[in-house]
């Protein structure tokens, strides 16, 4: 009986550690891939950043008025003379598209990111993808005495702006969706 | 159970443990990093903001574009604010730290208001508060690291940010160097 006991015994305990080992390897797993989606979206948001920061740094390059078209909480409509397509007054516009675009990921918060540019003469064009996994894309306006303007907006009265933007994924891992934000406040040397 | 099997076992529960603190150092060390990266990236970005907020200021207040050329022969230099006085003037003072909305928007009107300058930023990521410095001073282009100790054609802004969690003992430092003729 003692012999059966000791056995039982000890196959129990082989088993609650290969339980742990294999707690442990799964415990890991899940960091790393939680850690490697996040960095992925750092790197991501980094790169969206960039190409918005080169947009709306130009507001109002080389134009008398008008450097802001349309401002909301989540959209803006900026105007310049692009120094990149033949000094052209340009417009550029950034919004987050509906949830349902993303409604096959398992994140119910993720949008797309759409970017419109085009020129003042040319009038309208057709929004393109900049992103995909925008989970808050907010947009937030200053007067000249860095107070908050409230909606709608008086776009002639913009002097700062700042973006707040998240990208998360799509997938959920470890119980959270893996994100990076981007804060901004953009002063426009050309509107100050 | 003999000696033997007895050691074994506890040789083998030693492994175990080592095994187990080394995991929880990984997941750690990963969360730690991944912080520390995206303070950095916070830090810059905030310096950055600030850096752009100084840039719309005029280059001196005693004086309006355009200035002539650096380096020419006119001495209108000598009548920008005086090295020693760098900082903000009379009825531009405020508490400091700064925190928002800033006041440094509406009570600075020049570059070299901002000497000296802090501000306390919170943080959306759950990073907690930076802080952003500020120091001002004259250079010359051919020496633009070095303080110049008079009124030159050309002022140094240098922002400074660090975070007293996530940044102990470290900066972020960013400068620029703007010139009489900009503003």
Redesign the interface.
């Known amino acids: 009986m003692g012999a059966i006991i000791d056995i039982v015994a000890s196959l129990t305990l082989r088993a609650a550690?290969v339980l742990?080992?294999l707690n442990?390897t799964i415990?890991?797993q899940g960091?790393?891939s939680e850690?490697t989606v996040?960095?992925n979206m750092?790197s991501l948001v980094?790169t969206v950043?960039r190409v918005m920061s080169v947009d709306l740094?130009l507001v109002g390059n080389n134009i008398a008025s008008n450097y802001f078209t349309y401002a909301s909480q989540d959209t803006i409509e900026v105007c310049f003379q692009d120094p990149s397509n033949l000094n052209k007054p340009t417009w550029v516009k950034y919004f987050a598209g509906p949830t349902s675009e993303l409604s096959a990921t398992a994140n119910p918060n993720d949008r797309k990111l759409y970017r419109a540019a085009g020129t003042v003469a040319a009038g309208t064009a057709t929004p393109a993808v900049a992103a995909i996994g925008v989970s808050q894309l907010k947009f937030t306006y200053?007067d000249?005495?860095?107070?908050?303007l409230s909606a709608p907006v008086n776009k002639s009265s913009i002097k700062?702006f700042k973006v707040?933007l998240v990208m998360a994924s799509g997938d959920l891992i470890n119980n959270v969706y893996p994100a990076?934000?981007?804060?901004?406040?953009?002063?426009p040397?050309n509107i100050? | 159970m003999g000696l033997g099997q007895t050691m074994l076992t506890m040789a083998f529960f030693i492994v175990?443990c080592i095994?187990?603190i080394n995991?929880y150092r990984?997941?750690n060390n990963?969360?730690q990093q991944?912080l520390t990266?995206?303070a950095y990236?916070?830090a810059t970005?905030l310096g950055?903001?600030l850096m752009?907020?100084i840039?719309?200021k005029k280059f001196d207040q005693n004086f309006n574009p355009p200035y002539g050329s650096i380096g020419s022969s006119s001495n209108i230099y000598t009548g920008f604010t005086l090295a020693s006085k760098l900082g903000p003037e009379a009825g531009e003072s405020f508490t400091l730290p700064d925190q928002s909305?800033?006041?440094s928007?509406?009570k600075y009107n020049d570059v070299d208001d901002y000497n000296h300058y802090y501000r306390l930023t919170d943080?959306?990521?759950g990073l907690g508060r930076f802080r952003d410095s500020v120091i001002v001073y004259y250079v010359q282009m051919t020496n633009p690291p070095t303080s110049y100790n008079s009124q030159w054609w050309t002022k140094r802004i240098e922002v400074w940010v660090t975070n007293d969690v996530w940044l102990t003992n470290k900066w972020v430092k960013q400068y620029s160097i703007v010139g009489a003729s900009t503003r």
Do not use: C, H
């Open positions: 550690i742990a080992v442990m415990a890991l960091k790393l850690k996040q960095a750092f980094t950043s740094n200053y000249v005495s860095g107070n908050t700062s707040y990076a934000e981007w804060t901004f406040r953009f002063f040397p100050n | 175990l095994m187990f995991a990984v997941l990963a969360d991944l990266a995206t990236k916070t970005d950055q903001s752009t907020e840039m719309t909305p800033f006041q928007i509406t943080s959306t990521n």
